[in-house]
């Protein structure tokens, strides 16, 4: 299996640049940006597998992001966070394709192991569309 790339995305530089660190210290392919818009633009040029991309932030908010990366990336899987409780958005981000929503602060452990089955069902449907395109082709 290839390895899994992740971008995160959260106005936050102080939590950004912690959540970075401990990734990389875990050995984790991962790229941080700190708005829907610079997320966006990293998307058009990286190959990345997960986002985990802050639903409160200010210009384009979590759930404008999530929209935008699920229209132009529609296998991109996204696991939404925040630090205040809103059983609304997480709905409103379940309906919209996000894989996942956890409440900061989450645990590493718990983060990562989200991240890491958003890659393998990243990862089957890619091969699934492979699969199909082998049998029609």
Known sequence: MTEMKLLLVDDESDFLGTLLKRMKRRQVDVHGVGSGEAALAWLETHDTDVVI?????P???GVETLRAI?????LMEV????????????IEG??????DYLMKPMDMDEL???????FKKKTIHEGRIRQR????G
């Open 133 to 136: 395109s082998r049998e029609l």
């Open 53 to 57: 991309l802050d639903v409160r932030m």
């Open 59 to 61: 210009g384009m908010d």
């Open 94 to 99: 379940m309906e919209m394709g996000a894989f």
């Open 79 to 90: 696991i939404m966070l925040t630090g205040h409780a809103s059983m609304e958005v997480a």
């Open 70 to 74: 699920k229209k132009r990336h529609p």
């Open 112 to 118: 990562l192991y989200k991240a890491e089955d958003a």
